[in-house]
């Protein structure tokens, strides 16, 4: 763990919630150790967009074409067509495609995308209750104004799909902020997606592994690499966010639930999570740093003080350009290699 700036010694949770009115303190070594901890309680209120663009980027339309005709021929499109696609400017563009998309990225097939069991076949594992409040809270991450029976249909195959994977696997521990990405898959996929979730909760290069150990120290240990990453391509910026003693907690919410908690536009989550299924598990790490470099003008504007840069940087604009931001991050990732972050995260931890 950090140990060189001021929140990795205490963690305030109405600043990991994007607030500034101080709060009780919770050590980071603690995070995961208790599963009733509101660590990412407040989640953004998603906007659903209603309408199509009236006029389409030429781009995107083409884009369109192009995926449609693959998605014709699904047998014949191999995995990385797929991956170009979903990286590629405007990503996969609806959900329509995206539903049959996102399996393919991670290597589900059509037959193990199954129906789900009851809800009350699960009811009595430990982490149930724990589960269940955390879906109950995420109300304003479903469509606005859709009938209260399938709200709670859809926050029931919710409770379903996190508890299948944890039964699967045992020795992973459910975090709050897991909700926020299953949910993404829940809204785009459906409720036979645990395959999918389960690709991306446990195995070699599992993304959400490292959040799902207990404590949080291996994923406080990977947002370490952050900062290097701007240092590098910022000195002066990297500087001045060292200088206050800001740390990394204001970006753990990003990391944990992929934005999802933290972004007020839908369509903007799952454009983020079109990129993030088909890249390295720790790419999300340097889009933090594209962020965070996207702002540097922000930053030297605000008072030099933790307290307020941690505010001002926990408070993620829905208007930044976050197609230039993946282009950023892609050649941040290109030019920092993770083994050499892994080195000067090591040391920081050890401090």
């Given at each position: 763990?950090e140990?060189?700036?001021?929140?990795?010694?205490?963690?305030?949770?109405?600043v990991?919630?994007?607030?500034?009115?101080?709060?009780?303190?919770?050590?980071?070594?603690?995070?995961?150790?208790?599963?009733?901890?509101?660590?990412?309680?407040?989640p953004?209120e998603?906007?659903?967009d209603?309408?199509?663009?009236?006029?389409e980027?030429?781009?995107?339309?083409?884009?369109?074409k192009?995926?449609?005709?693959?998605?014709?021929?699904?047998?014949?499109?191999?995995?990385?067509?797929?991956?170009?696609?979903?990286?590629?400017?405007?990503?996969?563009?609806?959900?329509?495609?995206?539903r049959?998309?996102?399996?393919?990225?991670?290597?589900?097939?059509?037959?193990?995308m199954?129906?789900?069991?009851?809800?009350?076949?699960?009811?009595?594992?430990?982490?149930?209750?724990?589960v269940?409040?955390?879906?109950?809270?995420?109300?304003?991450?479903?469509?606005?104004g859709i009938?209260?029976?399938?709200?709670?249909?859809?926050?029931?195959?919710?409770?379903?799909?996190?508890?299948?994977?944890?039964?699967?696997?045992?020795?992973?521990?459910?975090?709050?902020?897991?909700?926020?990405?299953?949910?993404?898959?829940?809204?785009?996929?459906?409720?036979?997606?645990?395959?999918?979730?389960?690709?991306?909760?446990?195995g070699?290069?599992?993304?959400?592994?490292?959040?799902?150990?207990?404590?949080?120290?291996?994923?406080?240990?990977?947002?370490?690499?952050?900062?290097?990453?701007?240092?590098?391509?910022?000195?002066?910026?990297?500087?001045?966010?060292?200088?206050?003693?800001?740390?990394?907690?204001?970006?753990?919410?990003?990391?944990?639930?992929?934005?999802?908690?933290?972004?007020?536009?839908?369509?903007?989550?799952?454009?983020?999570?079109?990129?993030?299924?088909?890249?390295?598990?720790?790419?999300?790490?340097?889009?933090?740093a594209?962020?965070?470099?996207?702002?540097?003008?922000?930053v030297?504007?605000?008072?030099?003080?933790?307290?307020m840069l941690?505010?001002?940087?926990?408070?993620?604009?829905?208007?930044?350009?976050?197609?230039?931001?993946?282009?950023?991050?892609?050649?941040?990732y290109?030019?920092?290699?993770?083994?050499?972050?892994?080195?000067?995260?090591?040391h920081?931890?050890?401090k």
């Open positions: 763990m140990s060189n700036n001021k929140d990795s010694e205490v963690i305030d949770k109405s990991m919630n994007g607030e500034c009115s101080p709060a009780e303190s919770i050590h980071p070594t603690n995070l995961n150790k208790t599963k009733n901890i509101d660590v990412i309680s407040t953004s998603l906007k659903f209603n309408a199509e663009p009236e006029e980027d030429p781009e995107i339309v083409e884009k369109r192009e995926i449609e005709e693959c998605l014709s021929d699904v047998d014949s499109v191999d995995v990385e067509k797929w991956k170009n696609l979903a990286r590629s400017k405007g990503g996969l563009i609806c959900d329509e495609y995206r049959r998309i996102w399996p393919l990225l991670v290597g589900v097939t059509k037959e193990e199954t129906e789900a069991p009851s809800l009350d076949e699960l009811s009595t594992h430990p982490e149930y209750n724990q269940v409040l955390d879906v109950n809270r995420s109300l304003k991450r479903f469509p606005p009938p209260y029976e399938q709200r709670v249909a859809l926050q029931d195959q919710l409770t379903v799909l996190i508890l299948r994977v944890i039964i699967k696997y045992p020795h992973l521990k459910y975090y709050q902020g897991y909700h926020d990405v299953a949910i993404t898959l829940l809204l785009v996929c459906g409720d036979v997606l645990v395959p999918l979730l389960c690709r991306l909760s446990y070699a290069g599992a993304p959400l592994a490292p959040f799902m150990q207990l404590t949080m120290q291996p994923t406080q240990h990977l947002l370490n690499y952050m900062l290097p990453v701007v240092g590098r391509a910022n000195t002066k910026l990297a500087n001045r966010l060292e200088e206050a003693g800001v740390g990394t907690m204001f970006a753990l919410p990003w990391y944990l639930t992929w934005f999802g908690h933290s972004l007020g536009r839908y369509a903007l989550v799952v454009r983020l999570y079109d990129y993030f299924l088909c890249a390295p598990p720790l790419f999300p790490v340097y889009v933090t594209a962020v965070v470099l996207c702002r540097a003008d922000e030297f504007e605000c008072e030099l003080d933790m307290a941690h505010c001002l940087l926990s408070k993620l604009p829905d208007d930044l350009p976050f197609e230039d931001i993946l282009v950023t991050a892609q050649e941040l290109e030019n920092n290699d993770p083994l050499d972050l892994e080195t000067k995260s090591s920081s931890s050890r």
